[in-house]
T-cell receptor, first 112, second 112 residues
Framework: QQQVKQSPQSLIVQKGGISIINCAYE??????FPWYQQFPGKGPALLIA???DVSEKKEGRFTISFNKSAKQFSLHIMDSQPGDSATYFC???????????WGAGTKLIIKP | DAGITQSPRHKVTETGTPVTLRCHQT?????MYWYRQDPGHGLRLIHY???????DKGEVSDGYSVSRSKTEDFLLTLESATSSQTSVYFC???????????FGEGSWLTVV
């Protein structure tokens, strides 16, 4: 009930392509779904987040798609660039911060 | 940067010795967290604090203790370090509104 399953574990995309990372959750009480980006040697940083009242949120080249009925959400990176190479984590939470449940992470490599 | 300082950033210690990691924030945020990050496990919550002297356990709290005597400082102590506690430790903070968590830059701990 508390798990967030993230896939794929690793992903290689050509420069200019679309990177897609998927997450699935079980707990229907979750109401906040953030994505974090982590560069080597750094802490994770919030990239984009969505709440279940919308099906899509876009910020620049980054888009979250949310499917409430399927209990899935995904991160799309358009026109992927080498600078996007990082580890991406999805997460989900209910009404309080400390219940943030994390996916296992996806290591994304963008090939020039 | 979110005004979070972790110390030490790197430490090598021997099995059985006590170790204390310090997290200092300048944001006056109410919530503070300690996570550990290991390959294949993503981010796992060790302990969190919701105020001065108010702390609670996360999902992997065995072998760890915490203290928060001031709003700005959150200490993580390994009473008797074991090799399984070799990891990267991240401190994080969040305010009372919203779910955004800000991470420090990490403390690399090696137990030999």
């Amino acid at each position: 009930q508390q798990q967030v399953k993230q896939s794929p574990q690793s992903l290689i995309v050509q420069k200019g392509g679309i990177s897609i990372i998927n997450c699935a959750y079980e707990n229907t009480a979750f109401d906040y779904f953030p994505w974090y980006q982590q560069f080597p040697g750094k802490g994770p940083a919030l990239l984009i987040a969505i709440r279940p009242d919308v099906s899509e949120k876009k910020e620049g080249r980054f888009t979250i798609s949310f499917n409430k009925s399927a209990k899935q959400f995904s991160l799309h990176i358009m026109d992927s660039q080498p600078g996007d190479s990082a580890t991406y984590f999805c997460a989900a939470s209910g009404y309080s911060n400390y219940q943030l449940i994390w996916g296992a992470g996806t290591k994304l490599i963008i090939k020039p | 940067d979110a005004g979070i300082t972790q110390s030490p950033r790197h430490k090598v210690t021997e099995t059985g010795t006590p170790v204390t990691l310090r997290c200092h924030q300048t944001e006056n945020h109410r919530y503070m967290y300690w996570y550990r990050q290991d390959p294949g496990h993503g981010l796992r919550l060790i302990h969190y604090s919701y105020g001065v002297k108010d702390t609670d356990k996360g999902e992997v709290s065995d072998g760890y203790s915490v203290s928060r005597s001031k709003t700005e400082d959150f200490l993580l102590t390994l009473e008797s370090a074991t090799s399984s506690q070799t990891s990267v430790y991240f401190c994080a903070i969040s305010g009372t509104s919203g779910n955004t968590i800000y991470f420090g830059e990490g403390s690399w701990l090696t137990v030999v």
